[in-house]
């Protein structure tokens, strides 16, 4: 792996099978020539250092390669798909599902969907190897990316293993399973390495409870395990629940990855919504630690400070996005901030350090299921907005105004860039048992349209938007956002372009038709060149500044 | 042949949306509007609960025992666990929590953790107290069959099984409040005596009556031969050189808008300014921008008082 410091003395081509992975210290460099870990670096801000690509130029991007990721098992050939898995051999592969973060590497790309594995060759997108795990079922709605340690790669799947594979040739080294299939978890998120610790997360939608662990990267061994509702009498946040019974049922899924700060060797990350979701009447009370930004040590797994995001969520509205670590200033004073956009439509700012609140503000500019904001920074829902009978108009959707796609910062304008998703639904209870339903049940949802869906610069000390672009074609959009030194903003515009932004007054650059973007873009630089991969759903399309 | 969709994109996207049975949204599959995807019609709108995509947990794929080993197991249930758990398994009056989303439930695959808890009872701090109980483990194994033969009845999402149909009473709101609101703020465009004469007889159930209303939409599966032209979004572009072109808008986003004329004629501008002529200026008539503006300003009262007077006209 080539860093920072070392690029300007390091030459020459490894090829592959000599070529090293990722040492875990080399994580600990901003944002660069290469992209080794979920958001690129540990900061969250999808901040690039790469300057070849200006405001001036971004016009000239050439597409280099386009790739459609073959899913295909191939038994011969030059490709034979290296297979795994737990599964009868019955549950076919889909077609690819790119909605994650890509590793670049030595000019390797590894690349994830559910169930497979690839690596490719950067410069021309050229097939490496591939693997595909044979599922025994589990929810297939994405896989955010993969992870590396030195030499071996890890991804979680569907049916909940965690996988290590040989970076070189995609053989498998072991793989554990996370959580039970059976009680319907299924899992996403693109495992995080942080020096001998391999954080991963899971997902469930029937009322079993979250948690984040931690293993031993080189043996699969778990190291901790940490649940995000409490499981036994004593447990802080018991008293937010109607009783235990309640808490062990209460969700806080971890499916999205968080962020990494060195010096309080606290991993920072959002938790899910509580359970049953929409039949809120089972749970009265904050239901702590769902929808929550929390700190957790990754050497002890124990829970340093948490911020509410969502207290008593009853939409499905999560608050697991991936929040971005902001060295700041406020009131002149030097701060270390965290911030997140929720998918609730509230933007926080919080003291990385105490977690105390320092800006909660509504970015959802349509989102009408609140009653304000508490003193200590958490909104306050209101109880018309549950799904009632006769139905309650709410704003925004289910996706929420935000999800799992990632934001950016740039700290050289102190923006926060997110998208503003502005759909309303009728949500009805179906289910007025007062002991509610489980899972996502008890309620019928009618979506009935959306109002100026937007792209938003946030200034991180106060969630104000700075500057503002409402899309025309007025779609909502899964795409997320990459951010660079030379002050451009790249991401999807929900009418099938990859769009370049001027971050600091959004100004639109340039544009490429080339289909909704399914995942953040994101840049890293071979040979001398700078180049832009996005994703549209199973197709990679690499630009280069020529 | 204009090979354009029929469908304005704008109305597709607002309104095409599905919900979304797992935490993401799906905007990028459900609204994709590359070259290739356009063209498709744009999904009818459906409000029934969304099928979970792959949902393949081996709870919901399980094979059901044999008929007489789940009678036997409901004799059971009735008569030894419901009083604590419930008629319906989600938990009673005496303190046992809810069955159908129990972690133990899930794991069981024939009785084996299931009887168990039987045959031993249960006390884990904190809860209450689940009594050993004198079963066989045959009996045991039945009442574990058929809990999971309940658990398959579940409606998607964690929706409990059918039990007694409980009335939902959509219609709360006060028509007379609902009739002078229609009269201010629809009246406009609608008309009781005219298009909305018998919608409540037209649409029936209120639900499906409210969420159509609301959103400016006509109930039901899309009709190839109806009449677009109400709703039909309208562009008008006016160039550099004087002249201007308006017609149905097929598409726009921040770089191009496309149209087709009353003529039949596609045409589509690029809205830089180096193209001579130069667009300047870009406008849309949406038909249904009253509807959208309604989302923000409507609360639930008034949403159900309107509906409520929508349902007085049969």
Known sequence: MKNLLLLSVLVGIPAIGSAQGVEPADLYFPLAEEWPTYSGDYTGQRYSRLTQVTKDNVQHLTLAWTVRMNTNVRTQGNIVTVQGGEGDGNYLPPGANLKGSFLMVNGILYVTSPDHVWAMDARDGTELWHYFWHSRGGIHIGNRGPAIWNDALFFETPDNYLVSLDIHTGEENWHVQIAPLEQQYFSTMAPIVVDDHLLVGTGNDLDSPGFLQSFDPATGELQWKFFTVPQNPGDPGLDTWPNLDAARNGGGQVWVPGVFDPETRYYIFGTGNPTPGYTGVARPGDNLFTCTLMAVNVDTGEMAWYHQTSPHDTHDWDSAQTPILIDGEIDGQPRKLVSTAARNGYFFTVDRITGESVATKKYGTKSNWDLGVREDGSPIPNPQKEAIIPGALVSPIEGGVANWQPPAFNPDFGLFYTHENNGFNIVYLTDPDPRGSMGLGGKRVAIVGTDGNAFNALDYRTGEAVWRHEWPGGAPVGAGVLTTATGLVFTGDGSGNLVAFDGENGDLLWHSRIGNISNGPQTYLIDGRQYLLAAVRDTLFAFVMY | ?314
């Open chain 2, 1 to 314: 042949m204009p090979l354009i969709p029929r469908v304005s994109c704008v109305l597709c996207l607002s309104l095409g949306l599905a919900a979304c049975g797992q935490q993401e949204q799906v905007a990028s599959d459900a609204t994709d509007t590359s070259p290739a995807a356009i063209t498709a019609p744009a999904a009818p709108e459906s409000s029934s609960p969304q099928a979970i995509p792959f949902a393949i947990f081996p709870s919901q794929v399980r094979e059901l025992a044999a008929p007489e080993v789940l009678a036997r197991g409901e004799t059971i249930y009735e008569g030894l666990c419901r009083a604590c758990h419930g008629a319906d398994m989600r938990g009673g009056d005496q303190g046992g929590p809810n069955l159908l989303r129990s972690q133990i439930v899930l794991n069981d695959q024939h009785g084996e953790l299931i009887g168990e808890i039987i045959q031993n009872g249960r006390s884990t701090p904190g809860m209450p107290e689940m009594p050993p109980l004198q079963v066989s483990v045959q009996d045991s194994v039945a009442v574990a069959e058929y809990i999971h033969s309940v658990w398959a009845r579940q409606s998607g999402q964690g929706g409990p099984p059918p039990g007694e149909t409980v009335e939902l009473n959509i219609v709360v709101g006060d028509a007379a409040a609902g009739e002078i609101f229609f009269n201010a703020q629809c009246s406009s465009c609608h008309s009781v005596a005219g298009d909305l004469a018998d919608i409540a007889a037209r649409i029936g159930n209120p639900e499906n009556l409210q969420n159509s209303w609301v959103a400016g939409r006509r109930w039901g599966a899309p009709d190839p031969n109806a009449d677009t032209s109400r709703r039909e979004v309208r562009a008008t572009v006016t160039l550099s050189n004087g002249q201007s072109v308006s017609g149905r808008l097929n598409r726009r986003d921040d770089f191009i808008v496309s149209l087709t004329t009353d003529a039949g004629q596609y045409r589509s501008f690029t809205l830089h300014e180096n193209t001579d002529p130069r667009v300047t200026g870009v406008v849309i008539a949406d038909p249904l921008q009253a509807h959208r503006d309604l989302l923000s300003v409507l609360t639930n009262e008034i949403m159900h008082d309107v509906t409520a007077y929508l349902m007085t006209l049969e």
